[in-house]
């Protein structure tokens, strides 16, 4: 057990550009989630997915924003002709069942938008 | 709609020092309730967790909460911090069916020596 690796740790892009985060998750885990957090806030709730299949997405997930997880296993999230607004700390979990036992986070990717 | 309101973004203390910060929820269903804490740098990380049964919970390093169901309350305690225990604590709840954990704002626990 390896925890939730998520890659880069840190991006920093231009206004406009597109970004992809991605996220391996515990390999026994079936659920994976993706959070955002910003200075001074908790995290807020993106899309969650139960092996391939993405079962719940937040209003927040414009449509700029994509997730997948082609194969069950690690995910990304793209965020496309990326704006000042989305900067941010970029959380991925996951979970073994329902998220009743608890997330395990990974450390996140912090998105600075310049 | 379901909301999860914790009472002060920072609490400062003396080391050795009891703490109790405070998380307050409102939903019309039965929820589970949690707490996480946030190290510099880092993920959150699990701290403990109420599902049913014993309205008191404990954490391994010290921590505990009690559900208190008529005040919709799950206040955070613990009777000695230590230098370590300086991080961001967060609340949550999950409706129980659910799977989207609801956080609240945050409290950021600074233990002065």
């Known amino acids: 057990d390896t925890g939730v690796s998520q890659n880069p740790r840190h991006k920093i892009t231009k206004r406009g550009q597109n970004v992809t985060f991605r996220c391996d998750p515990i390999?026994?885990?079936?659920?994976l989630y993706w959070y955002r957090q910003t200075l001074g806030q908790g995290p807020e709730f993106l899309t969650y997915?139960?092996?391939?299949?993405?079962?719940?997405k937040s209003r927040l997930l414009s449509d700029r924003f994509s997730a997948e997880r082609p194969k069950g296993s690690f995910s990304t999230l793209e965020i496309q002709r990326t704006e000042q607004g989305d900067s941010a700390m970029y959380l991925c979990?996951?979970?073994?069942?329902?998220?009743?036992?608890?997330?395990?986070f990974g450390s996140g990717t912090r998105l600075t938008v310049v | 709609a379901q909301s999860v309101t914790q009472l002060d973004s920072q609490v400062p203390v003396f080391e050795e020092a009891p703490v109790e910060l405070r998380c307050n929820y409102s939903s019309s269903v039965s929820v589970y309730l949690f707490w996480y804490v946030q190290y510099p740098n880092q993920g959150l990380q699990l701290l403990l967790k109420?599902?049913?049964?014993?309205?008191l919970v404990e954490s391994i390093n010290g921590f505990e909460a009690e559900f208190n169901k008529s005040q919709t309350s799950f206040h955070l305690r613990k009777p000695s911090v230590h230098i370590s225990d300086t991080a961001e604590y967060f609340c949550?709840?999950?409706?129980?069916?659910?799977?989207?954990?609801?956080f609240g704002q945050g409290t950021r626990l600074t233990i002065n020596p």
């Open positions: 390999s026994e885990h079936n659920r």
């Open positions: 949550a709840a999950l409706i129980q069916g659910a799977q989207k954990l609801v």
């Open positions: 979990a996951s979970s073994f069942g329902g998220a009743n036992y608890g997330y395990t």
């Open positions: 997915f139960q092996n391939e299949a993405q079962l719940e």
């Open positions: 109420y599902l049913s049964g014993s309205t």
